[in-house]
């Protein structure tokens, strides 16, 4: 137990204040004029709300100004001791503050790494406090002040931060930088500020302090009563919130009509006289000097003839440090001046008129207008003349200067720093310096002030008396980078630490203003009496110092004690250190001590120590034990003779177990006839047991000291167990580790057959441990070795029956346990562990085995019973079977669980079952569970639902043999087994839950599953194809529209939103960017995710209008699951979804299938403009709600985008086809794809858009013939022209094409022959003319054979009647063309 220096805070964000506080400072722009400058009665609030908002504004303009450099804090120049830093004594808010601007920190609290609450001082305000021209903060301190409410009386309410400027003002803020009052009162430099606050008397007679706030100026010391301040201070917050609070409501004048004038404040004011100069100051406070020091005095001051005064008068005693001379000790006595009265002066008090602040003058600022026109002199609060004070002695020393000075707790010392080095400890009493250090440059002080423990107290022989108080020194050397504490006042150096060079050692030397006499009573405010900041770590750090260290006696029990331990401490450190020499040092050691308290120290120090052996500790605590029993009753500690004698048994119960174990004296298992049905129903579930052990038995890596055969240290034992008064042992619950490595050292050998357990039980039971904690520790420890049991399952099995059977005849397990009315305790303890633990086959072994003892133990006992009796002992039989029922079913569902996912499939780890977790899953945790096992296999929905409507074995037989009749590779034969395997093992399940695992209920929970995990991850868009897909497979018209509901509210409307208004914004199909930020995917996975939309409204419209036909279905459980209390199943909460509008469904729809075909063709669209005002207010409503949809004729020029938008989607799919055909000359010999852009139903999709948005279907289906005749695709548009109305405007559009194509024959192609140039000859003018005005560019595809054209100009005057305007054109053309291909 020595000094040690204890982290209790960390700083955060130190890079950014030393940022803040050292930028560059860059001009402000100048002022634009107020608008309202004009107005006397106009409100100025920019200065009070800044400070209010805690100068965010102003944070932001010095944003991009360049910092001192990049490096961090603890590498960078020693920019903290250029710094003003003040905490509070509550640690609860730091202030650093550098020339004009300030930063405030407050403490938060935050949980780390391990999961511990720790304390953090993060940044809450910054700014600038500097509100006069060129002055800045010369020092500052934080006073937290009492809260006044009885519920917390004597504790902190706010802190208040009190800054003084080289002005000479002195400002009060609040903890989030609200300035409350300033004052002036005196017109010097502000050097340092000091406080004082109460303290309880230790001792009767002492003199109580009165708290106050000291400022010490360059010639002047002015002192201001704490009671007064307190009040002040009070009434200023109060006036600050009272105005805020009314701010925004507009109240602003009336609440400044209702300012309450504050308490004025009381304070004096000295003049320092015959001192050249001072730098520092420590106002001791009210004394009292003695008769002949009083008589001394008046003799040195008054000469021989001086009167004395009857009783002495009392004094208030200010000490000051500097130069000429270098310690200076004035004494004021009370009553030679008044105290003097300053007006308060509000901060934020409210503008109502430039006369009624120009009147008062005492009040601080913000009280002219910037921009008035006729600025008058700001006028400074009058300055009261300070009381002369002569300085009563001093010490002399003309080439010292003092630097510093710090008062002790108990005002009797007080530490100098002077700039030769030296730290001089003065007795403020006496006026003399008493000690001094050298070597100290720059050196800073605290003071410490301990308490003796009361556990020492109680065993000294002065318990009676009031407990004694410690004081230490603490200096810090920052030019050598140590912490020193030496004691008071004499004492030697009692500690010392290695710091850094640039820390700041903190020291309030005050604690909570506001509190007296009566408030303090009970008051138990911890506070830091010292703190180093590091800044190169942020850490603050407090010092922890034993009192013991200031007992400075030689022959001191306690110092010599710790001396011992010390001993003993460095001996156990030592691994050179023989056995038999530390057990007879260890045995002098404590024996020796004197101290109960030590001694017990030192003894659990021995015990916890992992390398001595059982036997040295053993010896160790017998002769402990020994040696007290031979004290006399009085004078032995009762807990320390009771750790030993506990420890002691503890030892010994350790090494016979220990014994036990490794004895080769293991009994033969007698076979038991009992046991047969035991057997019977481990051979009924081997195979499923061995398929679990097969896949559990994996390699996997883990650690040699997690191993569960690692032996037991002793220390682990004996910080688990414990022994009560009673002589009892209990067993104390750490982790579940810890009671797994206990159950092992106990249990594991009589499970294997090494030991005899019944030596084992009889020596636990005499040990006084009770049964139904070795019952627990067994079975945690069963469950834990579940592949180590599965091995050897018979062996095991039988020898835990017989630990069963040994344990349920122990003392207090059965006998008085037993409730006729009730099930047993004990047997419901086993059946607890086994239905909270996850270890599937191991719970299911010790049900069998407990389910057969118990029924043993139950039949031995029904002839001594009445027959009323046997309702319990049926109760106690029902529940174990159901328990052994549903711990089969958990095996065979976590056998299922098990089966290892395909390679590069995701969905995380395996989920671990149990018969609680199943039970808190509710009706749907077994299809949730398989959900997500269907999941992460891959496994198709197709594939999925064969095997869930195969309901024989001989189907799967016949796949086998078609399979093994077939010449495939091993490979595939292994896979096609293990297949095979899985796809038994879902039937089995299926099986085993016919009712939580039906066809509609599993779909459900896929495609919920399938939804969730694309909305981890929409890239994946295949996940919400499958989804869609499971949601196809449902049977039930009411679960699959609640599924689509759920579907379309939780993870659909929101992208689907998010792409419409993204394409309405670019008026075309997105980027793949674009699609990233606005929808959360790419280009490709969002043109997938909006075809899976149009099947969902698809879905959900089918479903809405089958509902009629279709009963509700009913959703049952097993009646062994009925018990399950959980969420509803996602089937259930489907069924409860209210019914959908129709229209609005298929309005969504729509716009889902024209986003799909934007995205599908990249087309430029804007998709709600498609839409009048009442089709785009209805977008991305409730579809349960009924809106306002289009009706009626729609707008022609809406229709006419309309129409232009489905051509251009024809258009696009011609080009499709045509790239996904091949070769033009069979373009219809190769099928079309079922999706992407060249898909069949692309044009019967458009003709179904078309009649939805009012577009003629004819117009469409006479562009689809011409742009298939455009591309060459013949026999396709011949197929469409058959659906035609209006064959007069096809044929002239189609005369057109076939005028393109020949011109292109007979004009343009560089392949021109004599016959072709012949023919062009021979044609009539008109025609001539007529082909040479056709533009073939238009062509997409305009090299085609000639029967093809001919084949179409015969369809064109099939087409048009003979009084057509162009029907000799077109004979004209036929005879062409023939004569065209008769010449090829």
């Known amino acids: 137990m020595s000094c040690s220096l204890v982290e209790f805070c960390r700083l955060q964000e130190l890079k950014a204040v030393r940022d803040l506080l050292f930028q560059s400072q860059r001009p402000e722009p100048a002022a634009e004029k107020n608008p309202t400058a004009d107005n006397d009665l106009s409100w100025d609030t920019s200065d009070w709300e800044s400070a209010w908002d805690g100068g965010n504004s102003k944070e932001e303009e010095s944003a991009p100004a360049t910092t001192v450099d990049d490096e961090s804090p603890g590498q960078s120049e020693p920019w903290l001791q250029d710094c003003v830093v003040s905490l509070s004594p509550c640690s609860d808010l730091l202030v650093v503050a550098r020339e004009q601007k300030a930063v405030f920190l407050s403490a938060k609290w935050r949980t780390d790494d391990n999961g511990r609450e720790e304390m953090t001082l993060a940044v809450s305000w910054t700014g600038t406090l500097s509100a006069e021209e060129g002055e800045c903060v010369s020092s500052v301190i934080a006073i937290p002040l009492a809260s006044q409410k009885r519920s917390s009386t004597g504790r902190p309410d706010w802190t208040c931060v009190v800054v003084g400027f080289t002005s000479g003002y002195v400002r009060f803020y609040t903890e989030s930088g609200v300035l409350l009052l300033s004052q002036l009162l005196h017109e010097d430099p502000v050097l340092r500020l000091k406080c004082r606050t109460y303290e309880i008397p230790r001792h009767p007679g002492v003199t109580e302090q009165h708290e106050e706030l000291s400022i010490l100026y360059p010639a002047a010391l002015v002192t201001i009563d704490g009671f007064s301040l307190f009040q002040a201070l009070r009434a200023c917050r109060n006036q600050v919130a009272r105005v805020f609070a009314t701010k925004p409501s507009g109240n602003a004048a009336a609440a400044g009509s209702d300012v309450v004038p504050p308490p004025p404040l009381a304070y004096k004011k000295w003049g320092l006289q015959e001192m050249d100069a001072v730098v520092d100051h420590s106002s001791v406070g009210i004394m009292t000097l003695c008769v002949f020091d009083q008589m001394k005095n008046a003799s040195n001051l008054g000469g021989f003839n001086a009167s004395v005064k009857g009783s002495p008068p009392a004094m208030s005693q200010y000490v000051t440090v500097g130069s000429g001379p270098y310690t200076g000790f004035y004494y004021a006595i009370e009553g030679s001046s008044q105290p003097l009265l300053s007006h308060v002066a509000l901060a934020v008090a409210s503008k109502l008129t430039s006369a009624l602040f120009s009147a008062a003058s005492g009040w601080l600022g913000w009280n002219k207008n910037k921009n008035e026109e006729e600025p008058a002199p700001k006028q400074k609060p009058k300055v009261e003349p300070a009381t002369p004070l002569g300085i009563r002695f001093g010490l002399p020393d003309s080439r010292r200067h003092g630097e510093s000075i710090c008062l002790s707790p108990c005002n009797t010392l007080a530490g100098v720093t002077d700039d030769f080095g030296r730290v001089t400890l003065l007795d403020l009493a006496r006026g003399i310096a008493i000690r001094m250090w050298k070597g100290y440059r720059d050196a800073q002080l605290g003071w410490l002030q301990v308490q003796e423990e009361r556990a020492d107290r109680d065993f000294s022989p002065s318990a009676s008396l009031p407990r004694r108080h410690a004081l230490f020194l603490i200096i810090y050397a920052p030019r050598r980078g140590i912490l020193e504490v030496w004691a008071m006042q004499r004492g030697p150096r009692v500690g010392a630490f290695t710091v850094g060079k640039h820390c700041r050692l903190l020291y309030a030397g005050y604690r909570l203003m506001g509190v007296n006499s009566v408030t303090s009573q009970g008051w138990q405010l911890q506070t830091q009496q010292v703190c180093l900041l590091d800044p190169g770590s942020g850490a603050l750090r407090t010092v922890n110092i034993p009192f013991h260290l200031a007992l400075s006696d030689k022959k001191s029990e306690q110092a010599k004690d710790m001396h011992l331990v010390k001993r003993l401490t460095t001996m156990l450190k030592s691994r050179d250190v023989d056995p038999d020499t530390l057990e007879s040092e260890a045995k002098s050691v404590l024996l020796e001590i004197k101290h109960p308290a030590t001694k017990k120290q030192a003894l659990e120090s021995l015990l916890s120590n992992k390398n001595i052996p059982i036997s040295c500790l053993t010896n160790v605590t017998c002769a402990l034990n020994d040696s007290l029993k031979l004290q006399a009753a009085e004078e032995v500690d009762a807990s320390l003779l009771q750790l030993c004698s506990s420890q002691l048994k503890l030892l010994r119960l350790y090494s016979d177990i220990q014994q036990l174990q490794s004895a080769a004296d293991s009994e033969a298992a007698s076979a038991n006839d009992s046991l047969e049905e035991v057997q019977d129903e481990l051979t009924r579930v081997l195979p499923t047991l061995q398929r679990y052990a097969q896949l559990t038995s994996k390699p996997s890596v883990s650690f040699a000291q997690d191993s569960p055969d690692m032996p037991l240290p002793v220390q682990a034992f004996l910080s688990q167990m414990e022994c009560t008064e009673d002589g009892e042992v209990k067993v104390v619950h750490k982790s579940d580790t810890e009671w797994n490595q206990l159950g092992n050292f106990m249990f594991w050998g009589c499970l294997c057959g090494r030991s005899s357990l019944h030596k084992v039980c009889n020596t636990l039971e005499e040990a006084g441990i009770s049964p139904q904690q070795l019952l627990f520790l067994l079975l945690s420890m069963w469950l834990r070795r579940e592949k180590e049991v599965l091995q050897k399952p018979l062996e095991t099995v039988r020898n835990l029956h017989a630990l069963l059977v040994a344990l349920s005849n122990m003392k207090g397990a059965l006998e008085d346990s037993w409730d006729p009315q009730s099930i047993s305790p004990w047997w419901q303890q086993v059946r607890c562990r086994c239905i909270q633990s996850h270890y599937s086959a191991a719970a299911l072994l010790a049900a069998l085995v407990a389910q057969h003892a118990a029924k043993a133990s139950i039949t031995s006992r029904a002839d001594s019973k009445l027959q009323s009796e046997w309702e319990a002992v049926s109760l106690e039989l029902e529940q174990w079977l159901v328990c052994v029922r549903q711990l089969e079913d958990v095996l065979v569902l976590q056998t299922l669980l098990m089966v290892s996912s395909p390679q590069g499939t995701t969905g995380g780890a395996v989920s671990q079952c149990s018969i609680k977790t199943l039970l808190e899953g509710g009706a749907g945790g077994v299809a949730d569970s398989v959900s997500k096992w269907v999941f992460r296999q891959s496994l198709a929905p197709e594939r999925l639902k064969e095997i869930l409507q195969r309901k024989e074995s001989d189907a799967l037989k016949e796949e086998q043999e078609q399979g093994e009749g077939g010449k495939a590779e091993p490979e595939k034969a292994a896979d096609q087994e293990d297949a095979d395997n899985t796809t038994e093992l879902l039937l089995a399940v299926c099986q085993r839950f016919p009712y939580s695992l039906s ?315 004599q016959a072709a140039m012949e023919l062009l000859a021979r044609l009539p003018p008109t025609l001539c003319t007529w082909l040479k005005a056709m533009d073939p560019s238009e062509l997409r595809c305009p090299l085609l054979p000639l029967p093809q054209t001919s084949r179409l100009v015969g369809r064109l005057i099939e087409m048009l009647p003979e009084n057509h305007a162009q029907y000799s054109l077109a004979l004209h053309l036929l005879e062409a063309v023939d004569v065209l291909a008769t010449d090829d």
Not at 1015 to 1043: R, T, Y
Not at 1151 to 1161: K, N, V
Not at 1264 to 1293: F, H, I, T, W
Request: proline share 6%; aromatic share 6%; hydrophobic share 45%.
């Open 999 to 1313: 066809p509609d209920l599993l779909f459900a929970h896929c495609s919920w599953e399938y939804v969730v995990q694309w909305n981890k991850d929409p890239e994946e868009s295949g996940f919400l194809s499958w989804a869609v897909e499971h949601v196809k497979m449902l049977s039930s018209p009411h679960i699959q529209l609640g599924i689509c509901t759920m579907m379309w509210s939780t993870f659909i409307v929101k992208r689907l939103s998010a792409a419409a208004f993204l394409m309405e914004k670019v008026g075309k199909a997105p980027k793949d960017r674009l699609c990233r930020r606005d929808v959360g995917m790419g280009d490709k996975a969002m043109t997938s995710f909006l075809g899976c939309c149009v099947q969902l409204l698809q879905i959900l419209m089918e479903a809405d209008s089958a509902m009629e036909e279709v009963p509700v279905p009913e959703l049952s459980v097993e009646e062994v699951w009925s018990g399950a209390d959980g969420p509803a199943s996602i089937a259930e909460l489907a069924l409860e979804q209210r019914g959908v509008h129709y229209p609005l469904v298929q309005h969504h729809c729509l716009l889902a299938s024209l986003l799909h075909t934007a995205m599908t063709f990249s087309l430029k669209v804007k998709p709600l403009g498609l839409f009048d005002s009442k089709g785009k207010n209805a977008f991305f409503r409730d579809l349960t709600t009924i809106q306002l949809m289009p009706s009626g004729e729609m707008d022609p020029s809406l229709i006419l985008l309309r129409q232009e938008f489905l051509l251009r989607v024809l258009t696009g799919w011609v080009q499709a086809v045509d790239e996904a055909s091949g070769p033009a000359s069979a373009p219809s010999s190769a099928p079309l794809p079922s999706s992407g852009p060249a898909a069949d139903w692309w044009p019967s999709l458009c003709l179904e858009l078309g009649s939805l948005l009012q577009v003629n279907p004819d117009i469409l289906r006479r562009h689809l013939v011409c742009e298939l005749y455009n591309q060459g695709l013949d026999p396709r548009a011949e197929q469409v022209m058959l659906e035609v109305e209006d064959k007069d405007v096809l044929g002239s559009q189609l005369l057109v094409l076939t005028g393109q194509r020949l011109s292109y024959c007979l004009l343009h192609s560089q392949n021109q022959t």
